[in-house]
């Protein structure tokens, strides 16, 4: 039962729910503690990379590329993040995505608490894994 190395690649999204004022600022780039969007983008990446750190008995692993995209929904006023992870090995990236998209919606929380506490993180899930064993594409 030896996995083999294959080359292993995970999606995952999420949602955070603004408020109209804080994505007003956001989306005009006005917020006190800069460019919001590409900080929080930079630390999605960074904590896909330290997901070993974060959960236990994860395994550290050599990520091939990290993609973290924000885009704006101003119908509901939120922001909708998706970060896609690929690694050549013998075990999936599922929660280095899924950590990814944690991360950069924490990092939008911090960076936009001042303006509004009133802020929910939701529909963080995962969107498609392959590589492995078995495919997954959420329904």
């Avoid at 294959?6 to 004022?21: D, F, P, S």
């Avoid at 119908?75 to 970060?83: E, K, L, M, P, Q």
């Avoid at 999936?92 to 303006?115: I, N, P, Q, R």
Wanted: hydrophobic share 35%.
């Amino acid at each position: 039962g030896e996995k083999k190395e294959t080359v292993r690649k995970a999606e995952a999204t999420g949602t955070i729910h603004l408020g109209e004022t804080a994505f007003s600022l956001l989306k005009s780039n006005k917020m006190k503690k800069g460019d919001v969007i590409t900080v929080s983008e930079i630390a999605g990446i960074m904590g896909a990379k330290r997901t070993s750190d974060l959960i236990p008995l994860c395994h550290p692993l050599h990520l091939n590329k990290v993609d973290v995209r924000i885009n704006l929904e101003e119908r509901t006023f939120s922001a909708v993040v998706n970060c896609t992870v690929s690694c050549t090995g013998k075990t999936g990236v599922e929660m280095e995505a899924l950590t990814g998209v944690s991360v950069t919606l924490l990092t939008l929380y911090d960076m936009c608490k001042a303006v509004t506490k009133d802020m929910e993180l939701s529909e963080i899930k995962l969107v498609s894994k392959s590589g492995g064993k078995t495919d997954y594409r959420a329904q």
